[in-house]
């Protein structure tokens, strides 16, 4: 039999920890404690040498579990900027298309150069909302022919020879809508003089329709202008139609 010690009696005393086995007859005058080395694991250590459990790990490759992310936190951005919404440039283009005399001084051109989604469908959806006592089907209506009635003048103007996007024929279009939805509370109170309302009405269409136009319809077009100015035309009236239930 054979027998570990580390005392230091034995002839053989062991160096640096190691052991050393002796027979069974030298047992009896052995005696000794083996004491476990004291290993400390100071994962956040502040001196610059690795403890030993992280050189342990990091020499047999698993050194990535001691890596710890670190958190970029971002400030928190407002609802508004994390949407893409900017309400003074929303009112800005509105101020624009309701009062497209260039006499103003508004810088009327960013409302195409510079589409957004938010404001056109703000509008859409207000124009939609005075239009829907006893039509509540209309809503839906109204937005499809805002999307699909965009797309048919944006291939259009694209068939003509223009320049422009998507994006900013769904945003003149809807801006566009503004005077429509100005005229609708006149429409409510002189409902009953039916020349007066029908004047109104085409006061109200011409309106839209030239705020539209007169952005849409660039120089590019040269002689083609009223073929792309007549579909918006119609377009609007459309619309009209849509909240008199004509």
């Known amino acids: 039999n054979l027998v ?21 007859t030298e047992a009896e005058e052995l005696s000794g404690t083996i004491s476990a080395p004291d290993i400390k694991l100071n994962m956040g250590s502040d001196s610059g040498k690795d403890p030993y459990a992280t050189t342990f790990l990091r020499q047999r490759g698993y050194g990535w579990l001691l890596e710890v992310e670190e958190d970029d936190s971002e400030e928190s951005k407002p609802l508004l900027e994390e949407l893409d919404i900017d309400l003074k440039d929303i009112y800005y283009k509105i101020r624009c298309v309701l009062m497209p005399m260039p006499s103003l001084g508004y810088n009327r051109q960013v409302v195409r150069d ?6 056109p469908l703000a509008v859409v959806l207000l124009f939609s909302m005075i239009s829907i006592y006893g039509q509540f089907r209309v809503v839906s209506w109204i937005i499809t ?9 944006f291939l259009l103007a694209r068939v003509l020879g223009g320049e422009v996007s998507y994006g900013q024929v769904l945003g003149v279009i809807g801006y566009s809508l503004l005077p429509l939805i100005v005229i609708a509370p006149l429409l409510l109170v002189i409902g009953g003089f039916d020349v007066v309302s029908t004047l109104i009405k085409l006061f109200g ?12 319809v660039g120089d590019e077009f040269k002689t083609k202008k009223p073929l792309l100015i007549y579909p918006i035309f119609l377009l609007y009236i459309y619309f009209l139609s849509l909240y008199t239930g004509v």
Request: net charge negative; hydrophobic share 50%.
């Open 205 to 216: 269409v011409f309106w839209a329709a030239y705020s539209a136009a007169s952005l849409l």
């Open 114 to 119: 510079n589409p957004d989604f938010w404001g």
């Open 4 to 24: 570990v010690s580390s005392s230091s009696n034995v002839p053989f005393s062991p160096t640096n920890g190691d052991f050393t086995f002796v027979s069974s």
């Open 145 to 153: 022919i805002w999307i699909f009635g965009s797309l048919t003048i």
